[in-house]
């Protein structure tokens, strides 16, 4: 869905920045395709439950970047009178880290370091700060369209899916960390399963849009 919204605004000569920045997009979910697609190999070729660490993770931690830049690019065209509740937002999505973060330190991360060695201490620290990082402008484009126009649904959707994959992460990585990521893999499951559906529903309503030729976000005050 994310390739035809691309080339869907391409075709109908949309605004160069809807097309960069879906590219963009869409490079970051290539990107989580191999990570899923290695994930699956791990698992039912080479038969190992929940692979934690493995070479997946380089390319899930690789779209975070394409991701972020995404989101903070879609944040800056709703930013208008937005802009007091950044901090307090911010500020929260830092809390969480920090927190998540001191308790993997100093709760298991030792534990996990004299098991796993500090690779996967590394990437499981990695997980949530990134996760936070792409957390902040999601919530913000949801907080700055609540209540607006249907026109805006999909970016509600896109933003919406990225809070449930982030979440997922979260939730995963703890999981992990403490060696239960086997028992309950298949409640994050649904946090993924769930986000990738609302992901593909938010593309084909943009696609729909661009095939109108419309670029606008509609915001109204």
């Known amino acids: 869905m994310s390739i035809l919204t691309v080339i869907t605004a391409y075709k109908r000569r949309i605004d160069r920045f809807f097309v960069y920045t879906h ?5 970051g979910l290539a990107l989580w395709l191999v990570a899923e697609l290695t994930w699956t190999y791990y698992q039912l070729v080479l038969e190992i439950g929940t692979p ?21 690019r879609i944040y800056n065209l709703l930013s208008k009178g937005n802009e007091k509740f950044l901090v307090i937002l911010v500020s929260l999505a830092a809390a969480i880290i920090l927190g998540y973060i001191l308790n993997l330190t ?19 620290i990695a997980y949530p700060i990134l996760d936070g990082i792409l957390l902040v402008p999601a ?5 700055s369209l609540r209540g607006k126009n249907v026109a805006s649904a999909n970016w509600s959707l896109l933003a919406l899916s990225i809070v449930l994959v982030t979440v997922g992460d979260i939730g995963f990585g703890y999981s992990a960390v403490i060696d239960k990521a086997g028992k309950e ?5 649904l946090f993924y399963n769930s986000s990738y559906l609302v992901m593909a529903a938010a593309f084909f309503l943009q696609s729909r849009v661009f095939a109108k030729g419309q670029t606008k976000i509609i915001v109204q005050k």
Do not use: K, R
């Not at 590219?23 to 490079?27: D, L």
């Open 23 to 27: 590219i963009i997009f869409t490079v």
């Open 52 to 72: 934690f660490p493995s070479s997946a993770d380089a390319f899930w931690l690789s779209g975070y970047g394409f991701f972020t830049y995404f989101m903070f």
């Open 106 to 124: 100093f709760g298991i991360a030792d534990l996990l370091s004299a098991q796993q060695g500090s690779l996967a201490w590394l990437i499981s």
């Open 139 to 143: 919530v913000l484009i949801l907080w």
């Open 185 to 189: 893999e298949w409640v994050w499951d």
